[in-house]
């Protein structure tokens, strides 16, 4: 229809030669279009309605030359219009389904991350029983939308979750040395609770024997009371310091004693890394006295590990640190720093 209504200024204007070369900027325009095009063309009705309207001064035998469409385009043209006619999508009754609330959208993934073998109908199920009926499949899209898998059953745990599920009973510990001003090397066990990230030194001594070992692994039994029944492993390495005598210790405990490789201190990675901190934090920057400046050092730097500061591997405070209340106006509460080792650590706290 617009080529017909088109036809009589366009014959009226044949005679114009500007329009000649007109048809051949276009024609050159459309060759450099069709370099650049790399995906599939989109045309829009703007698009359409310009091609229309120049394909009646062009002759029909270079459109194939000129227009960048084919004889099926429109055929397709032609089905969208009968799609578009025939669809009652807009003539519904009503707004349709709701949506789900974000409220219990959260609350599935709560569910899901804190119970992470439970499946998208165990999860349903747990909805409703708090009084949110929802359907099973509404919570399979929210799983996988948020890139939770609805059926953990089938894939089984990762290595994260198995290896945080075998460290509530395990107790690592290892000798980390230390040399004082006067060149005297001392000696400190140093025990660590996987779970909690509970670190215990034991003691300080210039003369490890086998009977000193003994004594600190009775003098940790008595100090963690209640909490050694949560324990069932002790890792440490082939050290002969600590000896049959040590391990005998450690069994009537019940606790099973597990040999890491000779030289493979990567299997003991949490003590490693601990002493490490011990080592960064403290004593590259202290100057050991003796036995009883190691003692006091250590047992003030044990009970800021314990008590203030933050682990990276559980992104929270230690578990019997008592954390404060957030406030709302920084402005309205006065913070107070408090000096460990001289300054050499900051803890900090809002007062009341």
Sequence with gaps: MTRRLLAVPTVLLQ???????????????????????????????????????????????????????????????????????????????????????????????????????????????????????????????????????????????????????????????????????????????????????????AGVTAHPTRGWTVQQARNLAADLGMRMGYLRFLLRDRDGRYGEACDAGFKAEELDVIKSAPRTPRMNAHCERVIGSIRREVLDHVLILGEAHARQVLAVYQSHYNEHRLHQARTQPPSDAQSQPAATDTGAHRLLRTRILGGLISEYRYTA
């Design 15 to 201: 005679r114009d030669t500007s329009k000649e070369a007109e048809l051949l900027v276009l024609r050159h325009e459309n060759a450099v279009l069709r370099r650049q095009l790399q995906g599939r063309a989109r045309y829009e009705p703007t698009d359409r309605l310009w091609f229309a309207s120049l394909s009646s001064p062009i002759p029909r035998r270079r459109w194939a030359k000129v227009f960048p469409i084919t004889p099926s385009t429109p055929l397709v043209w032609h089905r969208n219009l009968v799609a578009r006619r025939w669809d009652y999508s807009r003539r519904r009754r009503g707004p349709g389904r709701p949506p789900t609330q974000t409220a219990i959208k959260n609350l599935g993934l709560r569910l899901a991350h804190e119970n992470s073998r439970r499946d998208h109908h165990r999860i349903q199920g747990e909805l409703a029983r708090l009084g949110h009926p929802i359907a099973a499949s509404t919570v399979r899209q929210i799983l996988h939308t948020a890139g939770i898998d609805p059926a953990p059953r089938h894939t089984g745990p990762t290595w994260r979750a198995f290896l945080s599920t075998q460290a509530t009973g395990l107790i690592a510990c290892d000798f980390l040395h230390i040399d004082t001003i006067s060149l005297q090397r001392l000696y400190a066990l140093v025990f660590l609770e996987h779970r909690t990230r509970r670190l215990h030194i």
